[in-house]
């Protein structure tokens, strides 16, 4: 199976660290956030595609001295990042696998809710926030079944904590067959991805124990404390 990590982003609001070092090499407990993200898919899918764009010399670098995934490949987001929808349009023609995990390069998971989610044939990551209002809302049908996800809804909408799509997201390779259409903020969202797939497949809802988002410096800081290790084992 391949896998994707969502790599192209500029940092914007973690500068000022990221004025000078991509978002994903920024150190968290001694590794580069990549290299826990590289541990997080390993032994689950055979070959990495990393999303690039923004100092991708470095993140090439990276790739070139790390030792957990010798088949991987570095997909260039052209002609400049328009969303996330779009990393994984860029993605298309470099796939070898019919079955692909993606992740947000920023978002560390639980590598056994990975694993579970990698044996669904459509599926999306989970966890309760009580903070919904500043991610995307999964919503269910009356019969429990994944409909779609409400980014950024109003506080008031649902009751908290409600269940939040954490960045994380099984695909198969017929996805592409859907057209995306731009958001009001002119980008193209994988969220948007799964939704459209919920219209003729059943995708699974699978709740991680474990996420750990890196937004800005702060996070990052209070993410050092963090027993990463227990959820994405070391070799």
């Given at each position: 199976m391949d896998?994707?990590?969502?790599?192209?982003?500029?940092?914007?609001?973690?500068?000022?660290?990221?004025?000078?070092?991509?978002?994903?090499?920024?150190?968290?407990q001694n590794r580069p956030i990549l290299e826990w993200s590289l541990l997080s898919l390993r032994g689950i899918v055979d070959r990495v595609l990393i999303v690039v764009h923004y100092l991708k010399a470095q993140i090439a670098d990276f790739m070139a001295r790390q030792a957990l995934?010798?088949?991987?490949?570095?997909?260039?987001?052209?002609?400049?990042p328009l969303g996330t929808g779009h990393a994984l349009q860029c993605c298309r023609d470099c796939l070898k696998r019919d079955e692909f995990l993606v992740i947000n390069g920023d978002d560390l998971f639980s590598r056994s809710a990975l694993s579970q989610l990698?044996?669904?044939?459509?599926?999306?990551?989970?966890?309760?926030?009580?903070?919904?209002?500043?991610y995307g809302v999964i919503v269910k049908n009356v019969a429990g079944a994944f409909q779609?996800?409400?980014?950024k809804p109003p506080r008031d909408r649902y009751p908290a904590p409600a269940p939040c799509s954490i960045g994380a997201y099984k695909f198969r390779a017929d996805i592409f067959d859907y057209a995306l259409e731009k958001t009001a903020r002119g980008e193209y969202e994988i969220s948007?991805?799964?939704?459209?797939?919920?219209?003729?497949?059943?995708?699974?809802?699978v709740d991680s124990p474990f996420w750990?988002?890196?937004?800005?410096?702060?996070?990052?800081?209070?993410?050092?404390?963090?027993?990463?290790?227990?959820?994405?084992?070391?070799p």
């Open positions: 896998g994707i990590i969502l790599a192209g982003g500029a940092g914007t609001r973690m500068r000022p660290l990221t004025l000078t070092t991509p978002k994903p090499l920024l150190s968290l995934f010798t088949d991987y490949r570095l997909v260039e987001q052209l002609p400049r990698s044996r669904q044939r459509y599926g999306i990551l989970s966890a309760p926030r009580q903070d919904y209002e500043r779609s996800i409400d980014e948007d991805y799964m939704t459209a797939a919920a219209c003729d497949e059943a995708v699974a809802v750990l988002p890196i937004g800005d410096p702060a996070a990052l800081e209070a993410a050092q404390s963090v027993d990463v290790a227990r959820w994405i084992p070391v």
